[in-house]
């Protein structure tokens, strides 16, 4: 069980900018596939986006494409979720999860991860 720890949500308004980070402390993440999940009130968890960890090829969905970006910081063992041009309907807890799989086929469900954060708060809102 990897355990990971997200950080970087709060309170930002329509059009602004934040950036989540998952870290670990007791293994490395390049070693995993790692994917981020998001759950707003009355929803299902949707999977939004995942950095593969054989090649790092990145995976968005349609409905955050151009704004959000995944991408790994090796050398600080993290993950981050850059969110841009953020709107309401992002407003949602995000979760960072880990898998040992290959690559990130069929993330979306979240089936294959194996590992899960506590999960960070995004609220954009004017």
């Known amino acids: 069980q990897v355990q990971l720890v997200e950080s970087g949500g709060g309170l930002v308004q329509p059009g602004g900018s934040l950036r989540l980070s998952c870290a670990a402390s007791?293994?490395?993440?390049?070693?995993?596939?790692i994917g981020w999940f998001r759950q707003a009130p009355g929803k299902e968890r949707e999977g939004v986006s995942c950095?593969?960890?054989?090649?790092?090829?990145?995976y968005v969905r349609d409905s955050v494409k151009g704004r959000f970006t995944i991408a790994r910081d090796n050398a600080k063992n993290s993950v981050y979720l850059q969110m841009d041009s953020l709107k309401p309907e992002d407003t949602a807890v995000y979760y960072c999860?880990?898998?040992?799989?290959?690559?990130?086929?069929?993330?979306?469900?979240?089936?294959?991860?194996?590992?899960w954060g506590q999960g960070t708060q995004v609220t954009v809102s004017s």
């Open positions: 007791t293994v490395t993440l390049g070693d995993y596939t």
């Open positions: 999860a880990a898998t040992m799989y290959s690559y990130c086929t069929n993330y979306v469900s979240g089936a294959i991860f194996t590992s």
């Open positions: 950095i593969s960890r054989t090649n790092s090829n990145t």
